[in-house]
């Protein structure tokens, strides 16, 4: 139990385009989610919290029109990151909160943008 | 702010060696505390957890970390390595002292078991 998916597992873009990532807990229901960014080589930075039916919470530092967050179900959390940059290249992990208030991360999606 | 420093980004063993990944923390609340694994090009796995109680807590793999307050310290341990340990590890205390909130995440270690 205590699944959470992300799709794609990969994503290869152009610069300029948008890209949608998505986070679903398989077997449980999740109020909150979390989306991470990891850098090669570096540990996990949190971008922002995504509630159930409400506007996520942004870091400081994270622009909200670039990476546009939407968690319409409680299975279901969705990162779009708007006019892709290589700079926006990165592996981004997200995470559930299920039972006993453990977080399950989903397995990661990377996105290069050429 | 809570913060997370691991000590050592790479630690090196070999096979049956005993394992010592430090972590110390830093919380202005009690705080919640844990270790997650990472295979290349996967996502974290939660090895083990501290939230109250017993200090000494027992995860997957054989793994186990103690919590000492006094030392600020939740270093992971195993006392045989094996090749399938070889991974990244990250040390991570949950943001304002509560499970299920945002975690701050130390820099890891890289683990290395040699046969």
């Known amino acids: 139990g205590a699944v959470v998916s992300q799709h794609p597992s990969w994503v290869i873009c152009k610069s300029g385009t948008s890209v949608k990532i998505e986070c679903r807990s398989l077997d449980f229901q999740a109020t909150t989610m979390f989306w991470y960014r990891q850098f090669p080589k570096q540990s996990l930075m949190l971008m922002a919290t995504?509630?159930?039916?409400?506007?996520?919470?942004?870091e400081q530092g994270v622009e909200k029109d670039k990476f546009l967050i939407n968690h319409a179900s409680l299975t279901l959390s969705t990162l779009t990151v708007t006019s892709a940059h290589p700079e926006d290249s990165s592996f981004y992990i997200c995470?559930?909160?299920?039972?006993?208030?453990?977080?399950?991360f989903g397995p990661g999606t990377r996105l290069l943008v050429l | 702010a809570q913060s997370v420093t691991q000590l050592g980004s790479h630690v090196s063993v070999s096979e049956g060696a005993l394992v010592l990944l430090r972590c110390n923390y830093s919380s202005s609340v009690p705080p919640y505390l844990f270790w997650y694994v990472q295979y290349p090009n996967q996502g974290l796995q939660l090895l083990l957890k501290?939230?109250?109680?017993?200090?000494l807590v027992k995860g997957i793999n054989g793994f186990e970390a103690e919590f000492k307050k006094s030392e600020t310290s939740f270093h992971l341990t195993k006392p045989s390595a094996h090749m399938s340990d070889a991974a990244e590890y990250f040390c991570?205390?949950?943001?304002?002292?509560?499970?299920?909130?945002?975690?701050?995440f130390g820099k890891g270690t890289t683990l290395s078991v040699s046969s």
């Open positions: 995470s559930a909160v299920g039972n006993q208030e453990t977080q399950y």
């Open positions: 501290y939230t109250t109680g017993a200090t």
């Open positions: 995504s509630n159930e039916g409400s506007k996520a919470t942004y």
């Open positions: 991570a205390v949950s943001d304002y002292g509560q499970a299920g909130t945002a975690l701050i």
